[in-house]
C-alpha cells in the first residue's frame, strides 16, 4: 500500500506540472506571486542555441551506474489520459483542467527516467527539456508561482482525490541560470507522501528531479552536470 500511496503521488505531481501553460496576458497572470530564482545569465543574455534533440536529452539522463547501488529502474507504465480538477487553487486551475497522471510538460524535447531504491517506496525521477530559454522560464515560472502560491488545494484525477500541501523552498544559486523548488505533502487514501520537486534551467535546457527528498538533495548536482556537460 505504501508504494501504491507514492506512486500515486508522483503521478499526482507529474500531472500538475503538465497542465498546459496559459499565455502571459491571461487575467491574473500578473498577479502570480514569483517562485524563481534567477542568478547568472539573464533570458535576455543568453544566447539561442538550437534546442536538444529528444534522443540527445536521453544520452545525458543519470543511469544506474550514476545513482550507485541500490537503485532500479521504475518501470513505465501505459500514459493515462484522466481528467484532472483543482481545487482551491484558483491561480492552478486556471491553467488548465486536464493532463496525463505520469504525462510530461508541453516541450517537444524532452526525455524522462525514474527509479526505485532499495526495494523501498523512495523514488526518483529525472526530466530534461530543450526549448528556446524564454520559453522555458516562462512556462516553469507560471506553473511553479501557481504551485507555490496556494499553501493547500486539492486535486482530484481519474476520480482519486489527493489532497496537497505546498511549501516554496530555497534552491543553491549556483546551479543553472534559474531555479525553482517546492515541497509537496500529499494524502491519498489517509497516506501521505512527502514529495520534494526541484526545476534548474541552464541556457536552453531544463532539469526537473523529483521524488524523495534525501534522494534529489543526493543527486540534483550530479543530474545537472551530466545534462549540461559538452564532451
Known amino acids: 500500500m505504501r508504494v501504491r500511496v507514492a506512486t500515486t503521488a508522483l503521478g499526482i505531481t507529474v500531472a500538475l506540472l503538465s497542465l498546459p501553460a496559459c499565455s502571459t496576458d491571461a487575467p491574473g497572470a500578473e498577479h502570480q506571486p514569483p517562485s524563481s530564482v534567477r542568478t547568472g545569465n539573464s533570458v535576455d543574455a543568453v544566447q539561442k ?10 544520452s545525458r539522463l543519470l543511469d544506474q551506474s550514476d545513482l550507485g547501488s541500490g537503485y532500479l529502474p521504475k518501470q513505465q507504465r501505459p500514459v493515462r489520459h484522466d481528467d484532472v480538477t483543482v481545487f482551491g487553487c ?40 530543450s526549448a528556446s530559454a524564454e520559453k522555458l522560464s516562462d512556462d516553469v515560472e507560471r506553473i511553479f508561482g501557481a504551485m507555490t502560491g496556494c499553501p493547500t488545494y486539492q486535486v482530484v484525477s481519474g476520480g482519486t482525490p489527493v489532497d496537497v500541501a505546498s511549501q516554496k523552498l530555497s534552491t543553491p544559486h549556483d546551479l543553472g541560470d534559474e531555479q525553482w523548488s517546492q515541497l509537496l505533502t500529499l494524502t491519498a487514501g489517509g497516506r501521505s507522501t512527502v514529495v520534494k520537486q526541484t526545476a534548474i534551467r541552464d541556457g536552453s535546457l531544463l532539469l526537473i528531479v523529483s521524488g524523495s527528498p534525501a534522494l534529489v538533495d543526493r543527486h540534483l548536482a550530479r543530474a545537472l552536470a551530466k545534462a549540461t556537460a559538452t564532451s
Do not use: D, N, R, V
Open 90 to 129: 484558483p491561480e492552478l486551475s486556471k491553467l488548465g483542467g486536464e493532463a496525463a497522471t505520469g504525462g510530461t510538460l508541453a516541450f517537444p524535447h524532452k526525455a524522462k527516467a525514474a527509479f526505485t531504491y532499495g526495494g523501498s517506496s523512495s523514488e526518483i525521477s529525472e526530466e530534461l527539456y
Open 49 to 58: 542555441p538550437a534546442p536538444l534533440s529528444s534522443a540527445a536529452l536521453g
